[in-house]
Each structure stands twice: as structure tokens, then as C-alpha cells.
């Protein structure tokens, strides 16, 4: 499996429990829940977004670029 598709893979999971976590915590009545919701799920928010702007930003490595096959 290429190196793009795992980061992409892992930001949208990381992107799902986040949202999971959230609205679990949101039935939840306990006071630790909105501790849960900011800390495990921004967290986990965080990380997703953050991933995935890496792979936006990286320029994408394991596609072929087609200016060198131009050149040839």
C-alpha cells in the first residue's frame, strides 16, 4: 500500500473516533464527559486535521511526476 493512502486512511479514522467520541460524550451526563468530549476528542480532531493538511502540504511523494517523464 503506498505511503499517500495509509496517511489518508489514518487522518479519516483519526477524523471518525474523534466524532464518535463526541457524540458519546454528548449522551453522556457525568461531569468528566465534557472533559472527555475537549480533551480525547479535540484531540483525536486535532490530530486527523493536522494529518491530513501534512499530506495536502507534502506535495503528494509517491506520485510520478510528470514533468521528468516530459523531459525524456
Do not use: C
Request: charged share 10%; proline share 4%; hydrophobic share 55%.
Amino acid at each position: 500500500m503506498n505511503r499517500t493512502l495509509v496517511i489518508v486512511r489514518a487522518a479519516s479514522i483519526l477524523v471518525l473516533v474523534a466524532l464518535v467520541i463526541e457524540l458519546v460524550t454528548l449522551h453522556w451526563s457525568h461531569p468528566l464527559s465534557f472533559l472527555a468530549f475537549a480533551i480525547i476528542g479535540g484531540a483525536a480532531l486535532g490530530a486527523g486535521l493536522l494529518l491530513y493538511v501534512y499530506w495536502m502540504i507534502s506535495g503528494h511523494p509517491d506520485e510520478p511526476s510528470t514533468r521528468s517523464s516530459e523531459k525524456e
